[in-house]
């Protein structure tokens, strides 16, 4: 069991025997209970939901999708017996199968992965494994779409529990984005300018829908990740006077921010206001249209755990992701994506002390993995990435020991209709190396 886990179950039993709730607790008690518990909750109330963790306080859509109840046996095998099932499914379908783990993954599963990654990185995995009859991707469900439009059809793409979403993806929908779309067509029109420049070009996050993403492609747009999120809107500006950025407002925002745009070019859309919440002044104004949307784990990094960093360990170097929100990243002393992250503890040579503002089981994977290091999170709460949480080995097992009966469950597929345009968005991607 991983740190994180191992951590998870101290805490919570702790609390339930002292009732404390003191520094290094855990977000929720419920982090304790297997995933499945949650899929039956969510089945008898007949109401979605991300889940105990970092996003355990947002609303899901009503459309989001949910898990059935795994088999009995999986819930009731030991970690070892876990252990023996996986590692004899994986040796049983050889090649037939790849598995793709994100880096906010927990130990225990993540020690599978024939490939571990942030998304940009993992959505050219699924590329290296054309052969592969199937793909089990180990993240979120918007990751596993984006395997399904870049593998070929025949590929099965796999998401080991289908309730594993992401809040921040669910706060841009398809129907929201284009009556926006239409609102700004209305103020800047559709004409470009003397230097052959649209009004404005879309760019999805890759922590987005299929749909948005194929809205990018329809329109002239793209697909971001954090490792080249600089280099895309860069590729924006050339083509468009203006941007419009969904659905995470913070890696817009500091990403223009690094490229010197003004920060009152950069008005925020709250799509359930008129125009966004914004007069056309400012709309006309912009450089980039940000959506109000967000990650809800990068959301509860604050300067003051910075402050406190600094205070408990001088000359601590502070790294965060840029889905924290600006004042964080100013305060940092370098921000970047998860492989950033990673690469900078990495070229480290002397030991250092490292704060790191991103998911817990990465920063526990990477105070494992340089021991030579101080490295702990900023947050002094143990709060995982509910959605994330929500893979467990018990999944993994069942999918796989499906596949060696021949038998595929919870694959991910994209409309053909959506998948074209996708496809155009993610390859623009792609191709935007940082």
């Known amino acids: 069991m991983s740190s994180v886990n191992t951590a998870i179950q101290l805490i919570t039993r702790e609390q339930a025997e002292k009732g404390s709730a003191a ?18 909750a969510e089945a008898l109330a007949g109401i979605p939901a991300y889940g105990p963790g970092a996003s355990s306080a947002d609303v899901a859509p009503a459309a989001t999708p949910r898990q059935r109840q795994l088999p009995e046996e999986y819930k009731l095998a030991t970690d070892a017996e876990l252990a023996e099932r996986i590692t004899a499914a994986k040796a049983a379908l050889g090649d037939r199968a ?5 880096f906010y993954q927990r130990d225990e599963v993540i020690q599978y992965a024939d490939f571990v990654g942030d998304s940009f990185q993992l959505a050219n995995a699924a590329l290296t494994r054309p052969d592969a009859e199937a793909i089990i991707f180990c993240g979120v469900h918007f990751m596993a779409e984006t395997a399904d439009i870049l593998s070929r059809p025949e590929q099965a793409v796999i998401l080991p529990n289908l309730a594993a979403g992401c809040s921040m993806a669910d706060m841009a929908d398809a129907d929201s984005v284009a009556e926006c779309w239409e609102q700004l067509e209305e103020i800047f029109g559709t004409e470009p300018d003397a230097d052959g420049r649209v009004p404005v070009i879309p760019v999805t996050y890759m922590n987005s829908s299929a749909a948005l993403k194929a809205f990018c492609g329809e329109h002239g747009g793209i697909v971001c990740t954090s490792s080249n999120a600089r280099t895309v809107l860069e590729w924006a500006f050339q083509r468009a006077q203006r941007v419009l950025f969904f659905p995470d ?3 817009g925002r500091n990403t223009a921010k690094a490229l ?28 980039v ?11 509860r990094f604050s300067v003051a755990q910075i402050e406190q960093a600094r205070a408990e360990h001088p000359g601590v170097q502070v790294i965060v992701h840029p889905e924290c929100p600006m004042e964080v990243v100013d305060a940092a002393d370098s921000a970047g994506s998860t492989d950033f992250i990673k690469k900078a503890i990495a070229a480290a040579t002397e030991p250092t002390t490292f704060a790191i503002g991103t998911e817990i089981n990465m920063v526990n994977r990477l105070a494992a993995e340089y021991p030579q ?43 053909d209709a959506v998948q074209s345009n996708a496809r155009t968005a993610l390859e623009r991607m792609l191709a935007a190396r940082p």
């Open 23 to 40: 520094r290094g607790s855990t977000c929720s008690p419920a982090l304790a209970q297997g995933p499945w518990d949650y899929d039956l």
């Open 98 to 102: 790849v598995i793709l783990g994100h």
């Open 249 to 251: 407002q913070h890696l």
């Open 260 to 287: 010197g745009v003004p920060l009152e070019r950069m008005p925020l859309w709250n799509p359930r206001k008129d125009l966004g919440g914004n007069d056309e002044r400012a709309l006309q104004e912009s450089r």
């Open 289 to 299: 249209i940000l959506w109000h949307g967000f990650c809800s784990v990068h959301k």
């Open 373 to 415: 290091h101080t490295i702990f999170c900023l947050d002094p709460v143990i709060c995982p990435c509910s959605t994330m949480y929500r893979i467990h080995p018990g999944y993994l097992a069942w999918v796989l020991e499906e596949l060696v009966a021949g038998r595929v469950v919870n694959r991910i597929t994209v409309d």
